[in-house]
């Protein structure tokens, strides 16, 4: 009988007293670890050597050591399975055993070089659900692209730079190539060292400067526009305010949020355009029925309202949260999970 409960680490599938965390938020004592992605809200401070062993891609691995997570090695497990989740480079949700899917943070839509997530058939479905509600829809990412493209060619050819704003990790990486027609390309010099490490996994980021050497070598005062992808951030942050105000630049933010006019005043951007890395709400609904699971978990951002539209739909879903404290038991049997481990 397996038992997914949320506790004080997060997310937790216990099989006869032996636990699976999934992108804990701090370090368990021991068992088994998985770890979808190298966001740092899906990474945990390891603080000591205590045996833990850590299922990931030896990209997510890679990128979480060079954000100063420090893990040892990754561990296969027999019966798992990772799929990639289309999320960013490296992210991989868990099949177990043909049983359990955990789907960590995932997209089924392909953008520039990402593609799309692999979702299997599975019993027991836990799902993310950033955007589990059917407000937020997401126009299909080309026709963002071109809203984009457009905004930048009218700034071009009034001598306006436009700054391109999204997550460091991830997002600034799809603008860097979808947008790298347009010259001069200057990165953020965050945004640069993530691009470094997609490239060393073969997606090629080249033909920008980093934003240090064009303000050194004066690039950016010359009366030619520019196009600078920065991390996104509120318009009140020392960065973006200093750009934007000595050099008359407008910005463009991408995100799923973008969906509801507030944020973008809440940020105090010029621009807002729905890009995402994550499923929208409709995108949910085609992984859980890809998926067909007996049994559902909603977590992350509207968890319950995503649970409850679900069962409204035929589905038996629950949202994982921790004011409940609930355990939730299931039918499901595992075979493999920590018993033929360990050869
Ligand atoms: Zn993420
Ligand atoms: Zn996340």
Same mark, same amino acid.
Request: net charge neutral; charged share 20%; with cysteine.
């Given at each position: 009988?397996?038992?997914?409960?949320?506790?004080?680490?997060?997310?937790?599938?216990?099989?006869?007293?032996?636990?699976?965390?999934?992108?804990?938020?701090?370090?368990?004592?021991?068992?088994?670890?998985?770890?979808?992605?190298?966001?740092?809200?899906?990474?945990?401070?390891?603080?000591?050597?205590?045996?833990?062993?850590?299922?990931?891609?030896?990209?997510?691995?890679?990128?979480?050591?060079?954000?100063?997570?420090?893990?040892?090695?990754?561990?296969?497990?027999?019966?798992?399975?990772?799929?990639?989740?289309?999320?960013?480079?490296?992210?991989?949700?868990?099949?177990?055993?043909?049983?359990? %899917?955990?789907?960590?943070?995932?997209?089924?839509?392909?953008?520039? @070089?990402?593609?799309? /997530? &692999?979702? $299997?058939?599975? #019993?027991?479905?836990?799902?993310?659900?950033?955007?589990?509600?059917?407000?937020?829809?997401?126009?299909?990412?080309?026709?963002?692209?071109?809203?984009?493209?457009?905004?930048?060619?009218?700034?071009?050819?009034?001598?306006?730079?436009?700054?391109?704003?999204?997550?460091?990790?991830?997002?600034?990486?799809?603008?860097?190539?979808?947008?790298?027609?347009?010259?001069?390309?200057?990165?953020?010099?965050?945004?640069?060292?993530?691009?470094?490490?997609?490239?060393?996994?073969?997606?090629?980021?080249?033909?920008?400067?980093?934003?240090?050497?064009?303000?050194?070598?004066?690039?950016?005062?010359?009366?030619?526009?520019?196009?600078?992808?920065?991390?996104?951030?509120?318009?009140?942050?020392?960065?973006?305010? %200093?750009?934007?105000?000595?050099?008359?630049?407008?910005?463009?933010? @991408?995100?799923?949020? /973008? &969906?509801? $006019?507030?944020? #973008?005043?809440?940020?105090?951007?010029?621009?807002?355009?729905?890009?995402?890395?994550?499923?929208?709400?409709?995108?949910?609904?085609?992984?859980?029925?890809?998926?067909?699971?007996?049994?559902?978990?909603?977590?992350?951002?509207?968890?319950?309202?995503?649970?409850?539209?679900?069962?409204?739909?035929?589905?038996?879903?629950?949202?994982?949260?921790?004011?409940?404290?609930?355990?939730?038991?299931?039918?499901?049997?595992?075979?493999?999970?920590?018993?033929?481990?360990?050869?």
């Amino acid at each position: 009988m397996l038992d997914v409960c949320v506790d004080n680490y997060g997310i937790t599938v216990d099989n006869k007293g032996k636990k699976l965390y999934l992108d804990p938020n701090r370090q368990p004592n021991s068992d088994l670890i998985f770890i979808s992605h190298a966001h740092t809200d899906h990474l945990y401070k390891c603080v000591k050597e205590n045996g833990n062993r850590i299922i990931t891609s030896k990209i997510t691995h890679k990128i979480a050591m060079h954000r100063g997570y420090k893990y040892g090695e990754t561990f296969e497990e027999h019966g798992f399975e990772l799929l990639n989740s289309g999320h960013i480079l490296g992210s991989n949700g868990l099949l177990i055993e043909d049983q359990l %899917y955990y789907t960590g943070d995932i997209s089924i839509r392909k953008r520039a @070089f990402m593609d799309a /997530a &692999v979702v $299997p058939k599975a #019993k027991i479905l836990i799902i993310e659900s950033t955007f589990g509600h059917p407000d937020y829809f997401f126009p299909n990412f080309e026709s963002t692209i071109h809203k984009a493209n457009l905004i930048i060619s009218e700034m071009y050819h009034r001598g306006i730079p436009v700054i391109l704003l999204g997550y460091t990790l991830g997002k600034a990486q799809i603008l860097t190539n979808v947008f790298r027609h347009w010259k001069p390309l200057i990165v953020h010099d965050s945004i640069d060292e993530m691009n470094k490490l997609y490239s060393e996994f073969g997606v090629s980021m080249d033909n920008y400067v980093t934003f240090s050497d064009a303000e050194r070598s004066d690039m950016l005062s010359s009366h030619q526009p520019w196009l600078l992808i920065a991390p996104i951030s509120s318009c009140k942050n020392g960065f973006l305010k %200093y750009i934007k105000k000595k050099y008359g630049a407008i910005s463009i933010g @991408f995100s799923g949020w /973008a &969906v509801k $006019p507030y944020y #973008k005043y809440a940020l105090g951007l010029d621009h807002c355009l729905p890009l995402s890395d994550h499923c929208d709400y409709n995108d949910l609904i085609s992984v859980v029925k890809k998926c067909n699971p007996e049994k559902i978990y909603t977590f992350h951002g509207f968890a319950e309202s995503f649970a409850e539209n679900l069962n409204l739909l035929g589905f038996d879903a629950d949202p994982l949260i921790r004011k409940s404290g609930k355990r939730n038991k299931t039918m499901v049997k595992l075979d493999t999970f920590f018993i033929k481990s360990n050869p």
